[in-house]
């Protein structure tokens, strides 16, 4: 049986196509994200654990063994690039599949494509080191952020894109979602870090409406199919000027909500990644430098925001997210600034774990790891920075 495993292994890993750097910690990142799919569905987990705690103590200890729209369009488009082109169309193929059968969007499902359990608490246990409370479901599910739509939508331009086909009903469905995101930005969300305070109305996911709208009129103009064509792609530009007038002079900064103020998040580094604004725009070369800067942890480490600018609902803090640091890579990449890049890269991927494995968050102090291990999306970012650096230094357009 172990030589019949490994076999396997060995004969998957042959589709592997990367000439980069950290070639071996992108062949261990790989595999990590093949092991958090569901090889029967298609679905990816954003973890195989629960509860473990950010930080140690704490009661930020959430439940991630579901799958979320979010991780699977970051993490299709990464394997895809590095030859694993099967398992990014097992997993569009679900999402589509759960969206279709939902009837409804929805952040995240389970891994048959059902609705996620309510979330409980365990008194039973105590916990990681006696990090209490335990959970068990995921009260996020019903959340409102309406980044999900532009999530569906850009999955469905890929799974075109890579020779699938868009079926009546299911383009009816989508095109009733980029409707629904035309409007549905303008109302306060939870945000991409689903935050557990009151909702604003924050770039990020406006900006995903924006993607939902742009990757709506691609396929409707593609495939001369029915629908607002024109009138998604005017609102699309319409909504990028917005984001973009979200800029604060005084900080510098694009703003974590599209009233401005200059609050900085790291979620605004995913805006180039998502085509929402080109990296080389003066205002996204300001807002990097300022969230290099304003939420640094230390050591390449970045905080996704400052609780004292932005409360999320929930006490204590948190360890610096690894994901925003690889955002950040691919930010310095696209801005010609590949030395930089390249030594952020090495720092983050030497953090990893003996067995090349990355937990969500780094405590910036002491280096420990933080929250549920191994984390699909710190994972994601491995690949998809190292794609990026291999491309530039090779002259490969992104």
Same mark, same amino acid.
């Given at each position: ?210 993607? +939902?709208?742009?990757?709506? /009129?691609?396929?409707? #103009? @593609?495939?001369?199919?029915? =629908?607002?064509?024109? $009138?998604?792609? %005017? ?105 930089? +890049?390249?030594?952020?890269? /090495?720092?983050?991927? #030497? @953090?990893?774990?003996?067995? =090349?494995?990355?937990? $969500?968050?780094? %405590? ?35």
């Amino acid at each position: 049986m172990l030589r019949t495993t490994a076999d396997a292994w060995h004969r998957w890993m042959r589709h592997l196509v990367y000439d980069g750097p950290e070639e071996p910690l992108v062949r261990r990142a790989a595999i990590t994200l093949k092991l958090c799919d569901d090889w029967v569905h298609g679905s990816l987990v954003a973890a195989p654990t629960s509860s473990l705690p950010a930080p140690i103590g704490g009661i930020r200890n959430w439940d991630y063994r579901y799958a979320w729209i979010r991780d699977a369009a970051y993490a299709v488009f990464a394997l895809r690039r590095i030859g694993f082109g099967g398992e990014a169309d097992a997993f569009l193929g679900w999402v589509l599949d759960a969206f279709e059968d939902s009837g409804q969007p929805r952040i995240m499902y389970g891994l048959r494509g059902g609705p996620v359990p309510d979330e409980v608490v365990d008194g039973a246990l105590e916990g990681y080191r006696r990090s209490a409370p335990v959970r068990w479901g995921n009260g996020a599910a019903d959340q409102r952020q309406h980044d999900v739509y532009g999530e569906i939508l850009d999955c469905a331009h890929q799974w075109l894109r890579a020779g699938g086909e868009i079926q009546p009903a299911l383009w009816a469905s989508l095109a009733g979602l980029a409707d629904t995101a035309e409007q549905a930005w303008r109302q306060p969300d939870q945000g991409i870090w689903e935050v557990r305070s009151e909702g604003r109305v924050f770039t990020y996911s406006a900006g995903l409406c924006q993607v +939902a709208l742009d990757r709506a /009129a691609r396929i409707g #103009a @593609r495939l001369g199919l029915p =629908g607002r064509v024109t $009138e998604w792609r %005017d609102a699309a530009d319409r909504l990028r000027q917005l984001v973009l007038d979200s800029w604060d002079p005084g900080a510098r900064t694009l703003s974590a909500h599209l009233d401005g103020g200059g609050v900085l998040d790291a979620s605004l580094l995913a805006l180039p990644l998502r085509e929402v604004v080109p990296a080389g725009h003066p205002r996204m070369t300001a807002t990097t430098a300022a969230v290099a800067e304003r939420l640094s942890a230390g050591g390449g480490l970045l905080y996704r925001y400052l609780h004292d600018e932005s409360p999320d609902g929930l006490a204590g803090d948190e360890g610096a997210f690894v994901l925003c640091s690889f955002w950040l890579v691919d930010n310095l990449v696209a801005q010609g600034r590949i030395e930089e +890049a390249e030594n952020l890269y /090495a720092s983050l991927c #030497a @953090r990893a774990s003996p067995l =090349g494995l990355l937990s $969500e968050q780094i %405590d910036p102090t002491t280096g420990a790891f933080m929250g549920n291990f191994p984390q699909a999306f710190s994972h994601i970012g491995v690949v998809a920075s190292g794609v990026n650096l291999a491309r530039a230094r090779a002259g490969v357009p992104r």
